[in-house]
């Protein structure tokens, strides 16, 4: 809809909206957090980078780390301003900045809050997230989309886990191959890393068989596609990756 030469309306997509005041554009970037009820930061933005020392959004990805996601949406500039978020949390870790924390799943139904923070100024708002009732006439229950939410989870961790490792690995293979004169010990542990990257990552060339990366968003992506709780299918696939993921780790040398 709204494509160029169509007729139809450009409607924005289903969000929040968040609008607020400034008196005059902060001296120091604008870091917006969306919180659970439980008060836990899932995904958190800012309206420009910001200095490690700054930061203060953690989120537990089975690896701490600390993160805002820099947007032009969110404005810093004196007067009313309106951001809008998607409804969705802190999507997995890739290498790539573009990429990273991109693409989560949708929050569940229930309570959040929205906290802006403009230099030593805290605003906060609290919000409720409802089913949308086509869902539920589809015969979709709040149980069905918390079981998906706590699913894609799941998988989203082990996407970063997976991500993380081939960081990792491909770090290590770049500082081997960087030596000029190779122990056999060096040697043997370059050959064990190239034999456990090719495990994870999908040979360049076409219709070649996915690797556990790929293997790994492709139920992710499965799983996003619609409101519905897991099925025996994606939950044996899930076990089976995880499986593969920890016999790689295994053989990975230190």
């Known amino acids: 809809s709204g494509a160029w030469g169509s007729d139809r309306p450009d409607y924005p997509r289903p969000s929040v909206i968040l609008d607020y005041y400034l008196p005059e554009k902060s001296k120091t970037p604008l870091k917006l957090e969306i919180r659970d009820a439980a008060g836990v930061v899932l995904t958190a933005f800012s309206s420009d980078s910001i200095p490690q020392s700054q930061e203060g959004a953690e989120r537990d990805m089975g690896t701490n780390f600390t993160e805002f996601l820099v947007t032009e949406s969110l404005k810093n500039e004196g007067g009313m301003n309106r951001f809008r978020w998607d409804m969705t949390q802190a999507g997995p870790w890739f290498s790539s900045e573009r990429r990273r924390y991109r693409n989560g799943p949708m929050v569940k139904p229930g309570q959040y809050t929205a906290v802006l923070t403009a230099g030593n100024q805290k605003s906060s708002q609290s919000f409720d997230l409802a089913m949308d009732p086509r869902v539920l006439e589809a015969g979709v ?25 081939q960081q990792r690995i491909e770090d290590s293979i770049t500082e081997l191959k960087g030596k000029k004169n190779p122990s056999q010990a060096e040697q043997s542990r370059l050959e064990a890393l190239e034999e456990g990257l090719s495990r994870i990552e999908t040979e360049e060339g076409i ?25 025996k299918d994606a939950l044996d696939r899930y076990t089976a990756l995880s499986e593969l993921l920890e016999s790689i780790k295994s053989e990975i040398p230190n």
Do not use: C
């Open 141 to 165: 229950t709040e149980a069905d989309v918390n079981a998906q939410v706590d699913f894609q989870l799941k998988i989203r961790d082990k996407i970063t886990e997976t991500n993380r490792l």
């Open 207 to 231: 219709y070649m068989q996915p690797m556990l990366a790929d293997q790994w968003r492709y139920l992710y992506s499965m799983m996003n596609q619609a409101d519905q709780a897991p099925g």
